[in-house]
């Protein structure tokens, strides 16, 4: 029997319509359709493809034990995580050893901050796997504000807001333009940091992204520190122009 092989399908920031022509193609194609969600729900990358699942496919929940509740440095939650990646690993190897492609569906791209890598890496090594690159978060996010990131020469820099305070100063005052993802209850240590660098002038916060529900605005115009997982601060370059 011809083992199955695995496919990690990027879905876009969030509209449909933003899925490439592959993506669907992949995805009506394969048996089997797996996609991440919070215990109890139903999750956005399910909800995403909706117009693209059939009745015949198969589909393969991987629910996370936990979301945002713990910390990453919390030993019992690493531990849980791990656990959860390796059962969800030995659900997806079941399917693939069966002879049955699965589609595992990654919002934004496969290959960027998405829980699909932790998956493949454990896989790659036994089973065929192919990449299908999607329209990432910050690509959404800065089309979404019309945002014209990066000119001539600029740098840019995508970084995470779980980094301490002063290590996001380092590194902003190092770039000509920035992304800051995993916003959330880490919001008001980004805004310190661009306020620290000169950047939150210029600044823009983006909202639920191509969702429902999608809110663009200047940083400054923000009157709270409160903020979805599913949010961004971008801030555009001012480099070489003709």
């Given at each position: 029997m011809t083992e199955g092989r695995l496919y990690g399908v990027g879905i876009g920031p969030g509209d449909p319509e933003l899925l490439t022509v592959k993506a669907t193609r992949v995805i009506a194609e394969a048996p089997v359709v797996a996609f991440f969600a919070k215990a109890g729900?139903?999750?956005?990358?399910?909800?995403?493809?909706?117009?693209?699942l059939k009745p015949s496919h198969v589909e393969l929940p991987l629910y996370y034990p936990m979301t945002t509740e713990s910390h990453f440095d919390d030993p019992p939650y690493r531990e849980a995580l791990a656990n959860f990646y390796d059962a969800s690993t030995a659900a997806i190897a079941a399917?693939?050893?069966?002879?049955?492609?699965?589609?595992?569906?990654?919002?934004?791209?496969?290959?960027?901050?998405?829980?699909?890598?932790?998956?493949?890496?454990?896989?790659?090594?036994?089973?065929?796997?192919?990449?299908?690159?999607?329209?990432?978060?910050?690509?959404?996010?800065?089309?979404?504000?019309?945002?014209?990131?990066?000119?001539?020469?600029?740098?840019?820099?995508?970084?995470?807001?779980?980094?301490?305070?002063?290590?996001?100063?380092?590194?902003l005052a190092l770039a000509d333009a920035a992304v800051i993802m995993k916003i959330g209850r880490n919001f008001a240590r980004a805004k310190a940091a661009l306020m620290k660098t000169g950047m939150a002038e210029r600044a823009i916060y983006v909202e639920r992204a191509t969702m429902t529900g999608e809110a663009v605005m200047p940083l400054a115009d923000k009157s709270d520190d409160a903020a979805p997982y599913f949010s961004i601060i971008l801030v555009p370059g001012r480099g070489r122009r003709p």
């Open positions: 729900r139903r999750g956005n990358a399910r909800g995403i493809v909706d117009w693209w399917h693939l050893a069966a002879g049955r492609d699965v589609a595992l569906l990654s919002e934004g791209d496969p290959l960027f901050y998405g829980s699909f890598m932790h998956l493949f890496v454990r896989l790659r090594g036994r089973f065929r796997v192919t990449i299908v690159p999607g329209v990432s978060s910050i690509c959404g996010a800065w089309g979404a504000a019309s945002a014209a990131m990066t000119w001539g020469d600029d740098s840019l820099v995508v970084l995470p807001a779980t980094l301490p305070l002063e290590e996001l100063i380092r590194r």
